[in-house]
């Protein structure tokens, strides 16, 4: 019989092996692209938050930076950003050392944005010339850890 079906080839009662092994073939790379696919997400996952955390912290501290390129320093709005980042502050180690005591280096440098946060608070910025020294040292913390942890 010399009929085509959908998948194989017939002739003679036997199936054409050229076209069960590239059946086969593309199934194997089907099967393994969606195992790459779920493997790629499981470890996406495992440090989304850690990772959230940092993309916030980098909206607000970009948003003070902004603020002193334009020469728009809004107390309201440095207040926010200074208070934001401080609440922030607060889950850097539990994002990135979850299940774990994080390293005393890491708990320094995490020490350190807290005492520059909470001095900028205090300090409580109504302008620009202000608020310079405090984004500097936030940025430079920020910029250190990121050097030895990133």
Known sequence: MDGCFVIFVIRDGRYN????????????????AVGANIVGNALRARDAYARGTMDVMQHHYGSLREN??????????????LAQLRALSNEIEPAVYPDSTPESAFR???????????TGIATAPADCAALAPIAEKVGKVCDECHQQYR
């Open 17 to 32: 092996n050229w076209m069960k092994n590239a059946i086969l073939l593309l199934l194997g790379l089907f099967i393994g």
């Open 68 to 81: 002193l390129r334009a020469k728009q320093c809004n107390a309201t709005k440095t207040a926010f950003a």
């Open 108 to 118: 320094e440098f995490s020490s350190r944005l807290r005492d520059a946060l909470d």
